[in-house]
């Protein structure tokens, strides 16, 4: 599956976007990929926590050294970014070292 990473970069006023792709590790019905964004090169891409919506995810490497939290919306209400990072801090994640990203509204990205 194609994997398209892309954000805003405020010092250069604009965006960049990586592609890659996705294949499962096993049975598609667990939600364990790996990823490639540099040719042969995979890193893992493990889903953690997922809702419903398929609104927001919890995701880490195949160690606890890489955590990403996302969100289709900006900004997650403060009590489901308090419930993700402690299910991180129960799994030894180093939470305290996450860095959290300014979500401040920028352009729109180009139309693909």
Known sequence: MRVVNRGYQEDKKKWKEAVGKAKFVGDQSVGRL??????????????????????????????TKYLWI?????????????????KARALNFPV?????????????PPAR
Do not use: H, M
Request: a negative charge.
């Open 96 to 108: 305290d070292e996450l860095i959290y990203v300014d979500q401040s509204p920028v352009p729109e």
């Open 34 to 63: 790996k990823v490639s964004f540099f040719g042969p090169f995979y890193g893992g891409y493990n889903i953690i926590d997922l809702d419903e919506a398929y609104s927001r995810v919890l995701i880490c490497s195949n160690s």
């Open 70 to 86: 996302l969100a289709r919306e900006p900004r997650l209400p403060d009590e489901v970014l308090t419930q993700l990072v402690e």
